[in-house]
T-cell receptor
Framework: QKEVEQDPGPLSVPEGAIVSLNCTYS??????FMWYRQYSRKGPELLMY????GNKEDGRFTAQVDKSSKYISLFIRDSQPSDSATYLC?????????FGTGTRLQVFP | GAVVSQHPSRVICKSGTSVKIECRSL??????MFWYRQFPKQSLMLMAT?????????EQGVEKDKFLINHASLTLSTLTVTSAHPEDSSFYIC??????????FGEGSRLTVL
């Protein structure tokens, strides 16, 4: 079993839709949870960063962590075509980040 | 936000040659830099961790003699792929961390070995 599982997609939604991206993990020691966005042929950029359980909101993005279920989510409200990218979850309890495989999101006009 | 610059962004080389990729932190001092490799449709896999002034720590299965990492200053780390082969063709990404836990990624370097 992989330490971090993420549905690769692609996930295709119309502009304005609410998008839900998810990851599950097996290591209960993970404390730091991140979401990265990666455009084609580019390096990942950090979107959201949460420590332990709870919710965090930043503009149209909301990150949720449920440590009891070992489940994290990223919600994107009012999705835009410019949100089309691959979204990677990552987590750690040390310096070594463990990444999900990424979910490819396509938002069509 | 902090900027990490990676160069070159694309490189094509012949099999058997060596290629050097640079990773620079432009506006902060990176005490730790990480090198990742990403194959198509796969996740980023950590190759090695380098701390300024000391030897890199390689992940299991990564050949240290093939992937030479140097972190000579607080703003520069280099990855040299020695005697490159077609199976080394990949997207190599560096990241850097300063005083906080936040990681900043370079744009990546796409290596194609013919």
């Amino acid at each position: 079993q992989k330490e971090v599982e993420q549905d690769p997609g692609p996930l295709s939604v119309p502009e304005g839709a609410i998008v839900s991206l998810n990851c599950t993990y097996s290591n209960s020691a993970f404390q730091y949870f991140m979401w990265y966005r990666q455009y084609s042929r580019k390096g990942p950029e950090l979107l959201m960063y949460t420590y332990s359980s709870g919710n965090k909101e930043d503009g149209r993005f909301t990150a949720q962590v449920d440590k009891s279920s070992k489940y994290i989510s990223l919600f994107i409200r009012d999705s835009q075509p410019s949100d089309s990218a691959t979204y990677l979850c990552a987590m750690t309890n040390t310096d070594k980040l463990i990444f999900g495989t990424g979910t490819r999101l396509q938002v069509f006009p | 936000g902090a900027v990490v610059s990676q160069h070159p962004s694309r490189v094509i080389c012949k099999s058997g040659t060596s290629v050097k990729i640079e990773c620079r932190s432009l506006d902060f001092q990176a005490t730790t830099m990480f090198w990742y490799r990403q194959f198509p449709k796969q996740s980023l896999m950590l190759m090695a961790t380098s701390n300024e002034g000391s030897k890199a720590t390689y992940e299991q299965g990564v050949e240290k003699d093939k992937f030479l990492i140097n972190h000579a200053s607080l703003t520069l780390s280099t990855l040299t792929v020695t005697s490159a082969h077609p199976e080394d063709s990949s997207f190599y990404i560096c990241s850097a961390r300063g005083g906080t836990r936040e990681l900043f990624f370079g744009e990546g370097s796409r290596l194609t070995v013919l």
